[in-house]
């Protein structure tokens, strides 16, 4: 494609507010018909300058043309944005994200502390109720960014993609930590209970109490790591949509990049 | 009640019924449309490219015509457009808008 023609579409491309992968497709449609009329206009006998002019000026965009397209693609809520002032949608903005947080964090929280998570927890569970705290945070904003903002740059797109990842990470190995302090904690007892088991002699009362707390120990230890597990599930459910998203968003642009370049 | 088009809207109405009436005759893209409509018209239509991705998307949105991608032998992807049945429909709903907009303007202009 001619370097006119290329700056043209880059043009186009930095007005047009609308979402990926809409937004390449259309400059993939774009690009195809510019081509086409630069062969055609050439072929007819324009000089090459001429038909870059021309062309240039046939697709030029009014900003009343491009917001009509925007529109094409826009959700009611979307629409319910736009007509807010800048000022006030930045506001907006910023509530409904602490809301969001605050709302993430008390659904999680009553979520586990009905399953009596806290009840037996030490701090690497509350480390990994954080991480999925964070990882929901991050996908919803992420989600809000792509479909309602719009406002992305392919470069800067898998920022937050990374710390759902490393969330999901330390979620499993909050969940391993958890395992070992659980059995270093009830260690000692496991030894004598192995003696008792060993041993010819009928079960005493301590004996009994021992088994005991070590079922309980055992039923603590089994809330712990599912719902640390349950956490890590839902993290890594997370990061696997945001990153099908994201690799659709990313092929629709690559797709565009090599068509344009040829 | 008689079907009329929006005064306000006419060159809306116009660009739309021209688009429709040029994807009954089979599918085209963006530029063979716009080559196609003023080789029809004798030039006397030219819409800028600017008018008919807005229009195009819109009408595809509404169900009207259905974009279809296809690697052509260059090896470039283009999006071809068709006209749906609902789209048929609504092309010829507005053709009788048209010519009843027609009508009463020649019954003024004429008499």
Not at chain 1, 7 to 27: A, H, N
Request: hydrophobic content about 45%.
């Amino acid at each position: 494609m001619e370097q006119e023609l290329r700056k043209k579409l880059r043009e186009i491309s930095g007005q047009l507010k609308l979402s990926e992968p809409v937004k390449s497709r259309l400059l993939l449609e774009i690009a195809g018909d510019m081509e086409e009329s630069w062969l055609n206009l050439t072929s007819s006998g324009m000089t090459t300058k001429e038909a870059e002019k021309e062309i240039c000026e046939r697709f030029s965009f009014s900003e009343s043309e491009l917001a009509e397209l925007a529109e094409v693609y826009l959700s009611p809520v979307q629409r319910l944005l736009g007509r807010l002032s800048s000022n006030l949608h930045s506001r907006f903005e910023k509530i409904l994200f602490v809301l969001v947080l605050m709302v993430v964090g008390f659904l999680s929280g009553r979520y586990f502390l009905r399953s009596s998570f806290f009840a037996h927890s030490n701090i690497f569970s509350y480390i990994g109720t954080l991480c999925l705290i964070t990882a929901i945070y991050v996908f919803l904003k992420k989600l809000y960014v792509l479909y309602v903002r719009r406002d992305f740059e392919i470069t800067t797109l898998r920022y937050s993609v990374g710390l759902v990842a490393f969330c999901g990470l330390m979620t499993a190995v909050c969940s391993f930590l958890v395992l070992l302090d659980k059995v270093a904690s009830i260690a000692p007892k496991l030894i004598i209970l192995s003696r008792t088991v060993i041993s010819p002699q009928p079960l005493t009362e301590a004996g009994k109490n021992l088994w005991t707390s070590v079922m309980e120990w055992g039923l603590e230890l089994g809330v712990l790591e599912i719902n640390l597990l349950i956490m890590l599930m839902l993290i890594i459910f997370i990061w696997f949509v945001l990153d099908d998203r994201l690799q659709r968003i990313e092929q629709a642009s690559t797709e565009l990049l090599l068509q344009v370049k040829t | 009640m008689e079907n009329k088009i929006n005064v306000n809207d006419l060159a809306r109405s116009c660009n739309e019924i021209l688009v429709l009436a040029l994807l009954s005759k089979g599918r085209l893209h963006g530029y063979q449309l716009a080559l196609e409509l003023e080789k029809r018209s004798g030039n006397y239509f030219r819409l800028t490219y600017g008018t008919i991705y807005p229009l195009m998307h819109k009408l595809e949105k509404q169900g009207y015509i259905k974009g279809e991608w296809e690697v052509e032998e260059t090896q470039r992807k283009r999006k071809f457009y068709k006209l749906t049945s609902a789209g048929q429909k609504h092309l010829e709903k507005s053709k009788m808008e048209w010519l009843g907009f027609f009508e009463h303007l020649v019954a003024i202009l004429g008499g």
